[in-house]
């Protein structure tokens, strides 16, 4: 039997008490998640929280300090090579060579997998037509924009078939555009049952593509959960934004003991059917000042992991 089709395998990652220390430096402290087949998960997180070091560890680009890992049900201390030819990854960055074509590049990863030269062809054929590329498969990499490199990126992570495709940051820097092409792919990826790791800080990625996801900071998983049980949780469905706040209204939040963020130019009210409290509030502070929203996962990001800068 195909160990592939084994249906009795049942989590596609299950990583337990993951840990990696550079010299006393811990960037990734005691992660544990699990990831089944079909689905699309999500690593969260700001920059440095250690979503890049914990996927290098999947992939087996860098070994783990601690913990133990298993992929497709194989321990990936003893299992690495079977592994990483069932794997898919897509870099942070774009590691193309911008010298060779977009075939040639597609051909020569192909060799990484010892495919056979009419299949490799076949394949790089077929993914370049999936991600629209295939008019520019004899330009050089380097004539390309940001955006097709990226596909590009995505199309050469797919030419061994991968039952598992990990993407770190597929989107960061793209136009709007170029994002909802990607996006589009990965939901096609997503329909024919591919499993899908992703890392992102972008919320809008994460609540269209992700059917589960954790946020972490500082090395650490914060919360996990669908985006949507993530806001019904620690926000509740709505969400009031006031500019400019006369100091009434926060003498009449802090009196009614309400839930909300102080900005200083700006205050973030959470909760749930906020619809009377809306009107009570525009009402206080003028309309114009004073809006009424739903709550997104971007709210439970900034909520949880802070609203100052990053490295
Ligand atoms: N090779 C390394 N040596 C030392 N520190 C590192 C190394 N790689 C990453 N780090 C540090 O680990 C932390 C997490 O980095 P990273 O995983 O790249 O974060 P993210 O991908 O979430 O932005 C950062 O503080 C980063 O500076
Ligand atoms: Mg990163």
Known sequence: MNPHNDKSIQQIIAANRLRKTFGSFTAVDDISFSVMPGECFGILGPNGAGKTTAIRMLYGFSPMTDGTLQIFGLDVKSNLRSIKARIGVCQQENNLDPDLTVFQNMEIFAGYFNLSRTIARKRAETLLSFIALNHRRNDKVIDLSGGMMRRLVLARALINNPDLLILDEPTTGLDPQSRHQVWQRLEELKKNGLTILITTHYMDEASRLCDRLIIMDKGRILVEGSPLQLVKK???????????????????????????????????IYGDNCDKLYHTISDKCGHDGCILRMATLEDVFLKLTGRDLRE
Request: overall charge negative; proline content about 6%; hydrophobic content about 40%.
């Open 234 to 268: 620690h926000l509740g469905r709505d969400v009031i934004e006031v500019t400019e706040p006369a100091p009434e209204v926060i003498k009449f939040l802090d009196r009614m003991d309400l839930e909300y963020e102080n900005l200083g130019h700006r205050l973030i």
